[in-house]
């Protein structure tokens, strides 16, 4: 977990970190190693949209990434024109599809397929599944998903070459989970935003033969291209079992919420949490893994880097409430929302938020992954898969005082905010409330509530129709 230590941003005013954020582009830019595949050809000036060229690179600024395990492979596309484009995914084996519309192959310098040895890429197809698209497949060692994807407008510093439209998707291996939700919110939305290009289209639309006359008949290739192409056997066959995140809350300096009888929430979160995670252990199905093995303070979003770097398929934050009225008890499941179901659903998040307020000011809080637009499309559609993780949970608890009382809230929990790993936070009871609080100092009371817990997890892993 050294690894995460790395606070050492301590910069006390906003223009040190205009000049590190500065910095951190200047890195990577320098660590953006490109490797020219294809000579541009940029003769082709008709109507059509054509391909003149692709190259990759290698994104290794973890900084940027932020706590997803680098580098990440870029991939650059060059069309001649303003593309329409489309992205996504597919299994077995893993592949990245770009299709770019009223598209044709003008690449001489390259043929249509062959293979490829840079990242997680192995080969490159090109073909039209119709007349008006133009079809790159990208395939991939691996599950790595887009973390990014845009347009650029030429690159006019660039005098020497003339350089097309660029189509940049960026793709990581953050598991078969976060590949599934990628694939999944891909399928509902596989537009690229144009947004960037928006300003320079507005300039410059009037003055260029854009058009979207059909294709031309003899490019209508309809090839099928994987004779050349080595078949990969998915690294995904091998038995598999499921990872499961369990994040054991506060820890360390930040005690968490204080029972009548002086019960720190720490304590407790950190015993249901190894009990969760002996319990799916044995199942036999499940790695389990911790956050936190010991009573150390752990920042939220560090807590989201781990899971990360779990490559979890489900992270579950373990917790136990406080109420000013001591009436309040029984268990909530919580999953993550823009806007609070409840008054004291958003007031719960709140006071879980300022876990890391107690750890000094974080000065590196605005996550970079929360502008890019492709991310928080998955992050949607991981949002929707936790409403199932929520349900499962509370179906299991319901024979537990207040199991079934105050049900599945959503709130803006820091900790929830994985765009790639479906997450929920369990609030196992009030520790304010009497007999909340008696409760779960029996260990007797925990395990048994763990357990169903764990069956709940097990059950919706199983039901999950993405396995
Ligand atoms: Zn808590």
């Known amino acids: 977990m050294t690894s995460l230590d790395i606070h050492i941003i301590d910069f006390q005013n906003h223009l040190k970190r205009v000049l590190l954020a500065a910095l951190q582009l200047l890195l990577l830019i320098s660590l953006f190693v490109i490797c020219d595949l294809a000579g541009i050809s940029a003769t082709k000036a008709d109507a059509q949209n054509s391909y003149i060229g692709f190259r990759f690179g290698e994104i290794t600024d973890t900084q940027q990434l932020d706590g997803l395990a680098g580098p ?102 953050r598991g078969s989970t976060a590949f599934a939700l990628a694939r999944s919110a891909l399928k509902k939305t596989p537009y690229l935003a144009t947004n960037q290009l928006d300003a320079f289209m507005s300039e410059n639309i009037m003055d260029k033969n854009y058009s979207n006359s059909s294709n031309q008949p003899d490019q209508k290739q309809n090839t099928n291209l994987s004779g050349s192409v080595v078949t990969l056997n998915s690294p995904e066959q091998r038995p598999r079992r499921w990872v499961v995140t369990i994040d054991a809350g506060h820890g360390g ?13 720490k304590d407790i979160t950190f ?108 992050q949607r559609e991981s949002m929707n898969e936790s409403t199932y993780v ?31 790993i479906p997450s929920v936070l369990v609030e196992m009871g009030f520790l304010t409330n009497q007999q909340d609080e008696a409760n779960l100092k029996k260990n007797s009371y925990i395990d048994a509530l763990t357990k169903k817990i764990a069956d709940a997890i097990l059950v919706y892993l199983k039901s999950s129709s993405r396995k």
Do not use: C
């Not at 300096?253 to 929430?265: L, Q, V, W």
């Not at 893994?289 to 992270?315: C, G, M």
């Not at 299991?396 to 199991?403: I, K, L």
């Open 72 to 173: 990440a492979t870029r991939i650059v596309v060059e069309t001649s024109t303003i593309p329409e484009a489309r992205l996504f995914l597919l299994e077995n084996p893993y592949r990245l599809v770009i299709d770019t519309a009223h598209t044709v192959w003008d690449v001489p310098s390259l043929p249509k397929s062959g293979r490829l040895s840079f990242g997680s890429l192995t080969s490159y197809r090109y073909g039209n599944p119709d007349s008006d698209t133009g079809r790159l497949v990208f395939e991939l060692s691996e599950a790595a998903a887009p973390i990014a994807a845009f347009l650029l407008p030429p690159n006019e510093t660039d005098s020497s070459n003339a350089s097309g439209y660029r189509i940049v998707v960026d793709v990581l291996n």
């Open 253 to 265: 300096k930040d005690p968490g919420a204080i029972g009548i009888t002086g019960t720190r929430e």
């Open 271 to 378: 015993k249901a949490s190894k009990l969760l995670a002996d319990h799916l252990n044995s199942t036999g199905q499940v790695i389990a893994r911790l956050t936190r093995e010991d009573d150390s303070f752990i920042r939220l979003r560090d807590r989201i880097a781990i899971a990360r770097q779990h490559q979890a398929d489900l992270f579950v934050s373990i917790h136990a409430d406080a109420a000013p009225n001591a009436k309040a008890y029984g268990i909530s499941v919580f999953s993550l929302s823009d806007t609070a179901s409840d008054k004291e659903a958003a007031l719960i998040a709140e006071r879980e938020n300022k876990a890391d307020l107690i750890g000094g000011p974080d000065l590196a809080v605005e996550d970079p992954l929360a502008a890019n637009a492709l991310l928080g499309m998955f």
């Open 390 to 420: 929520a349900n499962s949970i509370l179906e299991q608890v319901r024979s537990f005082p207040g199991g079934d009382k105050r049900g599945h809230r959503f709130a803006g929990f820091a900790v929830l905010k994985s765009p790639d």
